[in-house]
């Protein structure tokens, strides 16, 4: 890769952010970039898995810092384990609190509903 490429890289992972986006969409956009910057040769020495590990934790920050605010109790719980948890075990547990926010705000849709039908003209059906 060479270096305006990796500067072109390295900028978008700076700026990237979840915004709107879904977690799987997020994660997909973060991965292609981590990939585009995994093409380099991988080190042999003796320190070799530290500095995976290192390398790892800092995709996994680059990754909690730039989710929504809607994630911040599950991000300050994410980074109180000790040892930080691989980033598939960060992204599986986010698309599980995401369904259930799904979940949440449909039965938060329908107790509305039902409130609204259950009350028509100040009489109560039931």
Do not use: H
């Amino acid at each position: 890769m060479n270096g305006a490429k990796l500067y072109q890289v390295q900028q978008e992972m700076c700026n990237i952010s979840q915004g709107a986006s879904d977690i799987s969409t997020y994660y997909t956009k973060v991965k292609s970039l981590w990939d585009e910057l995994d093409d380099l040769p991988a080190c042999s020495c003796s320190s070799a898995e530290k500095i995976l590990k290192r390398e790892q934790n800092k995709k996994l920050l680059q990754f909690l810092m730039g989710l929504s605010l809607d994630y911040n109790t599950i991000r300050g719980n994410i980074l109180m384990m000790c040892p930080l948890p691989s980033i598939s075990q960060v992204y599986s547990m986010l698309i599980q609190e995401e369904k259930q926010r799904d979940i949440r705000s449909a039965g938060n849709f329908l107790a509305d509903s039902a409130s609204c039908c259950l009350n028509i003209q100040g009489t109560t059906l039931l």
